[in-house]
């Protein structure tokens, strides 16, 4: 394959178009916000089923951005975000009833 030939079949990286002209095509694409960073420390919160479909919700996000979905990837992005910081607070409630149960029961 020479270096001056473009394909049509190979997707450039980040879903931007290889058409250069000025037309309706050449719209910003939003950025991307999978939340995959806080999803990922909410793994660490002892809400286990929640802080992993909030991971998966996160990856979807990322593949979803990746194939050019940008709706589809804002809307789990949302989703992501909701459930990581629900993970969150489930975590802290679970952290304190447990310090709350553990300090004040009295062992005779």
Sequence with gaps: MSHGVIRSDVKS???ASTDHGLGDEGQAVPPLRNY???TIF???CPAYPVN???L???VMSQSSYDEGDYEGSQRLGRK?????IASIII???????YCIVHFTTHVV
């Design 80 to 84: 992501a975000l909701q459930l990581g």
């Design 56 to 58: 998966v919700f996160s």
């Design 36 to 38: 995959l960073a806080l």
């Design 13 to 15: 990286p980040l879903g």
């Design 42 to 44: 909410t793994c660490f």
């Design 91 to 97: 975590g802290l409630v679970l952290i304190a009833i």
């Design 52 to 54: 992993i479909v909030a």
